[in-house]
Every structure is written in structure tokens, then in C-alpha cells.
């Protein structure tokens, strides 16, 4: 399998509470540790994201932060910062006052003016890899649609060429990767398993990896060795251990992951998460 | 409330199996998937409340978006107008994304059942997004969209009829946007907010009836004892405080005991394992502790458990032992 750093784009996500967020500010880190020009950009108000990478507020500017930069994706910002690019006109104010309030109205048009600004930075020779810590698998496929929904919408134009160019962007597997995480449990793995399966039919964009995150080791004793101990405390933490992994070997196996984070026991800060998983894209 | 996969649809539906358990008539209502209220209750959900067997005083309902949306614009629009803006292109697509509308929708629900006077309770299993400020927000957004920004800056402040007339301050500008869209696009945005400003008046008096509904409302903020989400209910907890007078009330789920953490371990292979977990147990009590002293709100917790109980009843047991009373 090929380096899943070894790309421009990587579109990080998954069901809520799977630790998307730490995996795509841990992608940006390890990739940063390589010398890599790293800009990880998160679509959300930027709080997880933040927290992982120990910065404090995040604003749409990207900002240094450690070994990488790190930026949040305001849709409005992105708005007339692309109008400024492409439409040199006086009284810009007025115009981008108009596309703001349609940017919130109709969201087709947030979608791709968010996604767009991913695919636009991730072609910029400023960097080497953006990381995009993309919206749960419940709305990421209507932000990665929204290009082929605007161009249905619009008959022609200047947006409507954007849309075409932001869609082989993404659908190039060379270019743009997605990383699907999911903790070895019922639901994420089922939303992660329907997703990756819509993503390959649509065509939309490739997946360059599943990630197993929060996966508990294999105990080193059974459940007589339980049975036989006076510690109370370990045989419940024990026979906890022995429950939850009975049931995460039929989730890892439904899976199939491309890759296997451990759960991280006690950790404290998500800073510290992060650096954690670090080290392990750091093998692969 | 709480951000996603913190166990709110668990948690929701214990409460109100132990809220019908305590005599109370009681609704669950899902903004959720309704799939997962449906396995944790053991029922089929639909959109009408249905009840759950064996359990007489206790009803479970799902809310659909794009249907909710339908229905304020029934509710609130003349028969013309409802037809022409549902059959709108862009109807569809804020029906289906606009989160606040959704949630605005089931706050309308909320409030039919609360003046039915079938229920004694209603229990809301929110959608995940924010944590759940933009469900109590929605009422406001709602607003904002119908009469907001977008309108007032497409057309002018009077509407003659149909046609649509656009502010002067506005016309440079869509002559350049139409010309970088390619059409009418931004026309059709605006003929849409125009429709949909007819719904305003009626949507603007049930919001506020919601927003009433809301603030009276019990939070129940439901995190998991890890960073992100805290962060989520404790901005949920603390935009409240000042603003009402209803309990907050905060559950830490999947919770391990705290006295693992200075238990002593054995020198085999069950003490080195209790030592893992021991870590992860004082970080869960280091986080409680600390929620409590920086909101002055004391967490209840459930505990970690490898599968959430499979009836109605399991669920209300742990509830009752996590000390969660039924609301009065």
C-alpha cells in the first residue's frame, strides 16, 4: 500500500467521537516531523482541531504552530478571498456583502465555497500536504458532492467551470486521499463501511485509508486467570477488558482497517494524543 | 445534548423509560437517526408517537427533516406559496442542511405535544452538531433566515406582489455575480426568499412560543469523559447559566470507578492490566473533579459498560443508579 502521506490532499473523517480530529492533526504533525510544508485546515468552528495541535484560537489566516500552519476554512473568507482572485472589480464590498448572505442561505453554495477552498490550497505550491479535518461521514458527502450539486444549478460561467476543476481535483487519487477513522463499536464502523462503499461507486474521491483508532491490546490472561485472583479491582478491570474485546474482534474483522491506532490509556491532553499517534504514522 | 457518540440517544431514552417508569406520561422524541432510539427503546419509530410495548405510559417519535420543513411551510404559508416553495430546488437543499430548520421543527413538535396535554414529560434526543447550542439556537436562526440578511440585501425593503424588485445597493453586484454564476442564480435564490418571507409572520410567533418552550427546558448535557466533548457541554452549560432558571444537569458517560486508580495491583499479568486501566480511571476522575470546580455544576456518571442495556427496562435501572431523577 502506498504512503498515505505521499499525497497533496487528505480528507480526514468519521462518525462523531471516533477521534477524527486527532487523526488528521496527527497526519499533519507526522508529515511536519518529515520536513514536510503542512497546512491542516479544519472544517468545523476549529475547537478540536486547535486542541490537538496545542494552538489557541484558530482564525481563517493560517497561523505556525509547531512544525505545520493551521487555519480554519470560513466559508465567507474563502468567499472574497476567491472573488478577490478572480474578479478584479471596483466596489467589491458590495459584491461580496450579496454572495456572503448567499453563501448562508443556500448551501450548496457553502459547501463548495468550503471544499473549494480546501482543493485551492492543496494546489498551491506554498505547500507539500493540506490535511483537512473534514465534517463527520454524515455531511462530508454532500461537501464532497457540492461541486457536481452547484453545477447542476448553475447553467454556466465562470462557477460553473470552478465546480468541473474542483471535482477532478478531488477524484484524482494521485491528488487527494480520504482517511476514514472508526472505533472498533457497531455504528462507526457501520457508518465508515457505507461511506467508503458510496465514496468508490460516486467515484468522488479515493479512499487512502480506513483507520482502526482506540483499539484495546490483547489481554495476556483469560477469564480462569480472572475467576482465581483477590484483586477486586482487576478482576473487574479485567473482565471489562475481556468484554470490550470480545466485542471489538467482530468490529475490526467487519472493517478490515489499513491501519490500527491503540487506545491510549490515561492520556492526558489531546496535545499529547496527538504526538502519540505521530509517532506511529512515523513507522508506516 | 452532547457531540456525537457520546451515548445522548442511550441516555435519552433511559431517562424517559424512567420518567413512565416513576407514572409520568412520557414522549421520545428523536432528531437523531431515528434507528438508534428505535434499538435502544426496541421499537419501531415513526413519525407519528407510537407507543412502546409493555411500557403504557411511554410513546417514542422521530422527527424527518425535509418533512418537517413541509410542514411549516403548510402550517405557516397560503396554499400557493407552500406549493411553489416546495417544489423549489433550493427548499430542498435548506430543508436538507439547514440544521437549524430541522431543529426548528422539532421545537414546533415539541410545543404541539406540550399543549396536547397528552404527556406529562417530553424527552428531546438532539442532533449532535455543536453540542446542541444550535438546537437551542434555532428558534433565533430561524428568524434570521426567513427575514435575515440575504433577503434585505437581494430586494428592497417593500415587496409589490410578486415581483421581485432588487435594492439599489444590491444591483452592481448582481450584475457582476450573475456574470461569474453564469444566470439567474442569485434570482432564484431571491425569488425563493421571497416565498419563504411570507412564512415569516407565523413562524416568528410559534419561534418565540419555542424559544419560551426551550428556555424552561431541563438540560441534560451528556459527554464522555474526554476533552472534545466536555468542552461541547460545558459551553452548553455555561451560555445557559444566568439565562435560566432549569437545573443543568451534566452526565459523564462511559465512566471507569475512580477507586482503580489507588487500588493496589497485583505483581501478574491482571495487576499490570489493572495499572492501564487505573491511568485511564484517574484521568476520568481528574476531569470530573475539574468540570465541577470550573462550573460549579457537579457531574453524575454512568459507568463504562462493554453494551448499553438492550430493554426500556435495563435503561431505567441505570439511570436510576447514575442518580438521574425523573424531571418533575
Redesign the interface.
Known sequence: MRAVLNRRLLLVTGKGGTGKSAVAASLAVAAGRRGLRVLALAMDHGAGLARHLRATTLGPAPQRCGDVHVAVVDPVAALDEYLRMRVRVPRLAAVSRVFAAVVETVPGVRDTTMIGKVVFESTRPRWDLVVADAPPTGQVSSFLEAPATIAGLVPGGAVRDQAAWMRSVLADPQHTGLVVVATPEELPVTEAKSFMAGVTASRTAAVAASVANKVLPAPDFDGSALAGTTDSSGRQAGALHLALIERQQGHLMDLKADRTIPFLFGMRTAGETTERIADLWGTV | MG????GKTTIAAGLAALSAQRGSRTLAITVDPAR?LADALGVAVGLDPGAVAGWPRLDASMLDAAAAWESIARTHADTATAARLLTN??FR??A???PSGQAYAAGEEVLRHAHGGSYDHIVVDTP?A?GGLTFLAAPRNIRT?IA???LR??TGPRLPGRRLIYSM??R???M??D????????ED?AEF?LDLSTIYPGVARRSREVERLFSAATIVAVA?PD???I?EARRLITDRIGTTDSPQIMVFNRV??P??AS????A???????Q?????A??HD?LRRAFAANTGVNPLTIP?L??APGTPQGLADLMAAAGLEPLS
Do not use: C, K, M, Q
Open positions: 457531540s456525537g457518540g457520546v438508534r430546488p433550493y437543499a435548506v436538507d442542511r439547514f449532535p455543536d433566515l435575515g440578511r440575504a440585501l437581494l445597493t444590491a452592481p453586484a448582481l457582476i455575480a456574470s461569474v454564476l453564469g444566470g439567474r442564480l442569485l435564490v426568499l464522555t476533552p472534545g466533548p468542552a471507569l470507578p477507586e482503580w487500588a493496589p495491583r497485583a501478574d499479568p491482571i495487576g499490570a492490566n489493572l492501564r486501566w487505573a491511568a485511564e484517574s484521568r481528574a463504562w462493554p453494551e
